[in-house]
């Protein structure tokens, strides 16, 4: 079993930044990546970003340029640094863990991000 604790997230002004971390324990020797999902209102989740431990880094094109994944110096952790951030990307956000079979291994709580125009 894996846990992931989020922190992060709140309410800010278009053009602000936020910082997201996510913290794994338990059975972290079972993680092969973590990243971050994002949930809008009416919307479907969408991947944001995410980490391989073989380096490997993934974006998606809405963020790509504003966002940045890094894994800490603290094995199992992970944060998204969010910059210039736009209404659009109000959501909950969700970290993940994945095997290396690609599997979720399981999700946080999710933490809210709220940008107003």
């Known amino acids: 079993q894996v846990q992931l604790v989020e922190s992060g997230g709140g309410s800010v002004q278009a053009g602000d930044s936020l910082r997201l971390s996510c913290a794994a324990s338990?059975?972290?020797?079972?993680?092969?990546?973590m990243g971050w999902f994002r949930q809008a209102p009416g919307k479907e989740r969408e991947l944001v970003a995410r980490?391989?431990?073989?380096?490997?880094?993934y974006y998606a094109d809405s963020v790509r340029g504003r966002f940045a994944i890094s894994r800490a110096k603290v094995k199992y952790e992970v944060s998204l640094q969010m910059n210039n951030l736009k209404p659009e990307d109000t959501g909950v956000y969700y970290c993940?863990?994945?095997?290396?079979?690609?599997?979720?291994?399981?999700w946080g709580q999710g933490t809210q991000v709220t940008v107003s125009s």
């Open positions: 338990g059975r972290t020797s079972l993680i092969y990546a």
């Open positions: 980490k391989r431990w073989s380096g490997d880094t």
């Open positions: 993940t863990a994945q095997d290396p079979s690609g599997r979720y291994i399981n």
